[in-house]
């Protein structure tokens, strides 16, 4: 038996450590595997398997429960690709593993028999439907499933590359080059200037959303200076003093979310008509309101206003803000 990397009588404290998706604690001995360590594991009576499906992840449920682990034999008829499998790590010495499952929950018409069902994460999330460790697997299976169906051929040389160590890394099958699963760095920020923070929503936004600025942390820059340059592009303010708050592991497709607060040195707002569809300060109290849904109602008596949910990052971020003192 390994020794594992977490104590198990020291619970992390830090913001992330609260956030969904975030509470993967596999010990994943990536250097550690034999090539055949997926097999293996599958002998191993000890050994549970997450299924995933086009962005979804499969479910049972048991009453008010629901479960992601299953035994390889309850998976059999949903066309479990096997040679796709990736193994993700060990708990407490028990294999646990991920696979693409051949089922198309996008066909017209699919359903899956009672009482399973494919979900996708963000749902899962928003509804709270697995316990905090299951979230960080889902992610961390989804996200590295999604990394090898989009890293089939060598960036190098173009050849098809194979699985290696049980999906820890790739292996070019002509030039030999290995190749690592990826994670992008995405900085969502929040802007202050005094007692205001600065909100914008994206064209894609439901109506009345709105959340903290975002953008991907691009070839050599800080996580600060992507802070200041997302920021200006996005909405014009210059950014001084930037400060981390917490990440978040986030499967869409491998994205880690850095959660940061910068400081706004100027207020008039210039957006990116591209990139928003309105950017806008707001003041410590209209947050508290609209956190709380006391805030300003549209005719119809809808919020006008209102947040991400609180499985995201933006959310958090936003929350710690306006609560603080
Ligand atoms: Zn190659």
Not at 188 to 209: A, N, Q, V, W
């Amino acid at each position: 038996m390994y020794r594992s990397f977490l104590d198990p009588a020291y619970t992390p404290e830090e913001t992330s450590a609260e956030l969904v998706f975030s509470g993967g604690r596999l010990d994943r001995l990536s250097e550690d595997r034999s090539e055949d360590c997926v097999a293996e594991a599958l002998t191993d009576p000890a050994t549970r398997i997450l299924g995933f499906a086009r962005g979804r992840v499969f479910i049972r449920f048991e009453g008010d429960e629901a479960r992601c682990l299953f035994e390889a034999v309850e998976l059999d008829t949903f066309g479990p690709q096997m040679d796709k499998a990736v193994m993700l790590g060990f708990d407490n010495g028990a294999p646990r593993l991920a696979v693409p499952l051949s089922i198309n929950p996008d066909d017209e018409g699919f359903e899956l028999p009672e009482p399973f069902k494919a979900i996708d994460y963000r749902s899962i999330a928003r509804q709270g439907l697995l316990q905090h460790d299951a979230f960080g697997n889902v992610a961390y299976g989804g996200a590295l499933l999604a990394w090898h169906a989009t890293n089939r051929f060598c960036a190098r040389c173009g050849s098809p590359s194979e699985i290696r160590a049980g999906g820890a890394k790739r292996q070019c099958t002509s030039c030999e080059k290995e190749h690592f699963p990826r994670t992008d760095p995405v900085v969502i920020m929040l802007t202050i200037h005094g007692d205001k923070c600065l909100l914008g929503r994206s064209h894609h936004f439901p109506p009345g959303m709105y959340s903290a600025l975002a953008g991907f942390v691009e070839a050599g820059e800080t996580m600060e200076s992507a802070v200041r340059r997302e920021t200006f592009e996005e909405s014009g303010i210059r950014v001084g003093k930037v400060t981390y708050h917490a990440t978040q592991p986030w499967p869409f497709p491998h994205t880690l979310m850095i959660g940061c607060y910068g400081e706004a040195l100027e207020t008039d707002i210039v957006k990116d008509e591209s990139e928003l569809d309105d950017c806008r300060w707001f003041s410590r109290d209209e947050v508290l309101a609209i956190l709380k849904g006391d805030g300003p109602k549209n005719s119809d008596g809808e919020p006008e206003f209102f947040m991400p949910p609180p499985m995201a990052i933006a959310n958090r971020l936003v929350t710690d803000w306006a609560r603080r003192q």
